[in-house]
């Protein structure tokens, strides 16, 4: 079993919907991340949090510490917010990685 | 501010030839750098890390090798490339103790 899962693997949405993408982990960690892969490959951090939840723009990133659970919120998705979501955790200099969550958002 | 510069872009190359992938970062210091390798389809694969000069931490049996010269230089080599070399290379690096990893455009590898 994978330290962190995400589901749902891939995920399609129609313009306007809101998308939730879940990450567990089963590991102790001090942080978790959500990373953002272009179809180029690039890799944009999005965000690091450790507690509560953290917004920027129509993203929002909540984690529950005791449920060992986070979750990536996506208001009035684009087509351009197509590209794979990727979760994290660290407890030391080292991020584990989810295998991602492939979206793709129709217009 | 800080930048991440890591070359080529893509690489196509035969079995059995050496490796040289350059990473450098520019606007800090003592960074903690990485190597990943994304094979198709696939998650992230941590291949080595470094908290300083010289110093190499390899996560996983290989015929990759990385080396750490400069402060900011963080080099992927091979002496001879296997077919299952093929994949998305990318460099990161993050500072102590905010550890948030910022990540180079990527070399797509392929192996021949």
């Known amino acids: 079993k994978n330290e962190v899962e995400q589901s749902p693997q891939n995920l399609t949405a129609q313009e306007g919907e809101f998308i939730t993408i879940n990450c567990s982990y089963s590991?102790?960690?001090?942080?978790l991340h959500w990373l953002q892969q272009h179809p180029g490959g690039g890799i944009v951090s999005l965000f690091m949090l450790s507690s509560g939840k953290k917004k920027h723009g129509r993203l929002i990133a909540t984690i529950n510490i005791q449920e060992k659970h986070s979750s990536l919120h996506i208001t009035a998705s684009h087509p351009r917010d197509s590209a794979v979501y990727i979760c994290a955790v660290s407890n030391t200099d080292k991020l584990i990685f989810g295998t991602g969550t492939r979206l793709q958002v129709f217009p | 501010s800080q930048t991440i510069h890591q070359w080529p872009a893509t690489l196509v190359q035969p079995v059995g030839s050496p490796l040289s992938l350059e990473c450098t970062v520019e606007?800090?210091?003592?960074?903690?750098l990485y190597w990943y390798r994304q094979a198709a389809g696939r998650g992230l694969q941590l291949l080595f890390y470094?908290?300083?000069?010289?110093?190499i931490s390899s996560e996983v049996p290989q015929n990759l090798s990385a080396s750490r010269p400069q402060d900011r230089q963080f080099i992927l080599s091979s002496k001879k490339l296997l077919l299952s070399d093929s994949g998305f290379y990318l460099c990161?690096?993050?500072?102590?103790?905010?550890?948030?990893?910022?990540f180079g455009a990527g070399t797509r590898l392929s192996v021949l």
């Open positions: 590991v102790g960690i001090s942080a």
């Open positions: 470094s908290v300083g000069i010289g110093q």
């Open positions: 606007g800090t210091s003592n960074p903690n």
């Open positions: 990161a690096w993050s500072v102590r103790p905010i550890n948030i990893q910022y």
